[in-house]
């Protein structure tokens, strides 16, 4: 059986519901086996910087599809959980919660491929079932697009999914994301399965950023800084009706070629942070402002001062309302 996402009560104060970790701020990383050769591969000195700097928590991007046989079981290589595990390990160890995600495939372009994800899913939650709950969260798809931009195809997507990871995690919370690459919009229509039970959140993405000489008119200041009010203001309406608070998972400057603009697209979209409640979110990426591969060190101190100026607010109360 299904449940609308929005089951709460109108206007309700932000509440986070028993078991559902706080994850604070933190910052979008990759494992040691990326494929993308602009997320850099983990490295222990990069887990106690993020956490020495005040942050919370890693949203931690594995890439399983080029690991994983591409028949049926969908056995995923022992070699990718044993290179993975150095990241885990490191990054609990520094006293980071992590979100654990998939990211970087194309297997979202056939809407049968449910299944494949699915086990996925179950080797993954199998393996990380011993992570207590309050440390390890599980984002279920990233960004979904394409055939999942279909509504009734993500939300069946979600129900194999979650199946899946309750084998073995009965209370592992778990983030639901939007189609139209988790596009707030679209809360309204996603619909959470009954086996997440109390324990999920909703998340979304807000990323851009506007050319000094824009080519384009959706490229200029004033058409981003609307585009970012206008997301921000979606999940606030959802975060109100459901009492909820909502998880940012992916926010800040977008693309490798933007320093520019990186400062004053952070700032614009830390102010909407700020302005909407947001209590929750994962910036994107941590080598945009870590030097992650030479000498280590922050390159970018002014866009992490912004970072750290949202890290003093009132978190949301725990546990069940009154």
């Not at 995923?76 to 495939?105: Q, S, T, W």
């Not at 909820?244 to 614009?268: I, K, M």
């Not at 929750?280 to 000498?295: D, G, N, Q, T």
């Amino acid at each position: 059986m299904l449940a609308l996402g929005h089951r709460a009560q109108a206007e309700s104060p932000l509440r986070l519901p028993e078991g559902v970790p706080d994850l604070g701020f933190g910052f979008n990383v990759s494992t040691r086996v990326p494929r993308a050769a602009f997320w850099p591969p983990f490295r222990p000195e990069h887990a106690r910087a993020i956490r020495a700097a005040g942050f919370h928590h890693v949203r931690l991007r594995m890439e399983v599809m080029q690991h994983a046989d591409p028949e049926p079981p969908y056995r995923i290589a022992p070699e990718f959980f044993e290179a993975n595990d150095e990241a885990v390990r490191g990054y609990l160890a520094a006293g980071l919660k992590i979100v654990l995600c998939l990211a970087g495939d194309d297997y979202e372009k056939d809407p049968a491929n449910d299944t494949r994800v699915a086990e996925w899913w179950r080797q993954l939650a199998a393996w990380y079932r011993r992570v207590p709950d309050e440390d390890m969260v599980f984002d279920l798809l990233v960004e979904p697009n394409h055939a999942l931009d279909d509504i009734a195809v993500l939300n069946r997507w979600h129900v194999s999914l979650t199946a899946a990871v309750r084998e073995t995690n009965p209370r592992r919370t778990l983030i639901y994301s939007p189609g139209r690459f988790s596009h707030p919009v679209l809360f309204d229509r996603m619909v959470i399965p009954e086996a997440a039970g109390e324990q999920w959140l909703a998340g979304f993405n807000v990323l851009g950023h506007w050319d000094e000489t824009p080519t384009s008119p959706n490229r200029r200041e004033s058409f981003q800084r609307a585009r970012f009010e206008q997301r921000f203001a979606q999940a606030a309406r959802y975060q109100r009706r459901t009492g909820r608070p909502v998880y940012l998972a992916a926010w800040g400057c977008f693309g490798e070629g933007s320093d520019a603009t990186r400062l004053p697209v952070t700032r614009a979209q830390a102010d909407l942070i700020r302005k909407h409640d947001v209590r929750m979110a994962s910036y994107i990426a941590f080598h945009h402002v870590y030097e992650a591969r030479a000498e280590p060190r922050w390159t970018r101190p002014d866009v992490l001062a912004v970072l750290q100026g949202l890290l003093i607010v009132d978190r949301p109360a725990a546990g069940p309302g009154p």
